[in-house]
């Protein structure tokens, strides 16, 4: 296999599903479609609950020592949140999204530009943003299989279908978004993710879990958290782990 193709497995996977889903939600009601809404969340959380446990992972804790994971996390998010809201991420999201509905011949009505927007937003950060998005494309470039990037595909293909038959064509419009995602981090591994020590790797998964959560309470309804825009936390956590630890 060649490096990048579990990024382009991915990417069709989630097309199929959503193509899937489209199909399968027509013939679904409104309440269904909820449910399975609120399933997917509940099933974020529980993701998220693992990538963030990371925090307490005991090769991190030797490398920054114990009580700097969660400061560093804390950190991460804290300036990754302020660079966003300055670069004004989770706008562009929503803006990339409406293009996108209009370029496809979308409807133009308010409800149908807000289900698709919804969609595209919160599929391509949950497909984006998961540890095996990180770690798969990382090891996927530096040519040692693309196995993790293939679980995630089948993985994304599932929630393509789950989340197509609530938003509809939105959740397809996402396919791009992890063609530029993984295929970036995929080109990243190639030229240095074998110098990214195991530690730095932790932070960033630990700081993605935290980030799906926010996933896991938009699509629950409970909160409209600002994902997007909390995103280059995942650039800032390894960068705040080489300081502590060459700090100590």
Do not use: Y
């Not at 920054?64 to 990754?80: C, Q, R």
């Amino acid at each position: 296999m060649f490096r990048g193709f579990g990024t382009l497995v991915n990417v069709v996977a989630v097309l199929v599903g959503s193509g899937i889903g489209v199909l399968l939600g027509n013939r679904l009601a409104e309440r269904t479609r909820d449910v399975v809404t609120d399933a997917l969340g509940l099933v974020t959380l529980l993701a998220a609950a693992q990538a963030a446990s990371r925090v307490g992972d005991g090769r991190l804790s030797d490398a920054v020592g114990d009580s700097a994971p969660v400061l560093i996390v804390l950190g991460s998010m804290l300036i990754g949140g302020i660079c966003g809201s300055l670069l004004r991420i989770e706008t562009r999201l929503e803006d990339l999204g409406g293009a996108l509905q209009s370029r496809l011949g979308a409807a133009s009505g308010s409800e149908q530009r807000r289900r698709f927007t919804e969609g595209f937003v919160a599929a391509s950060l949950l497909f984006c943003v998961g540890p095996l998005t990180i770690l798969g494309s990382l090891s996927d470039g530096m040519g040692n299989g693309a196995d993790q990037l293939l679980l995630k595909a089948t993985l994304d293909g599932f929630a393509a279908i789950a989340f197509a038959s609530s938003f509809g064509w939105g959740v397809a419009a996402s396919a791009l978004v992890v063609l530029v995602v993984q295929g970036s981090l995929t080109v990243v591994g190639a030229v240095v993710g074998r110098l990214l020590p195991e530690a730095h790797l932790l932070a960033i998964t630990a700081t993605g879990g935290l980030l799906l959560i926010g996933v896991a309470l938009r699509l629950l309804k409970l909160k409209q958290v600002p994902v997007g825009d909390l995103l280059p936390a995942l650039a800032v956590a390894p960068v705040l782990t080489a300081v502590v630890i060459a700090l100590r």
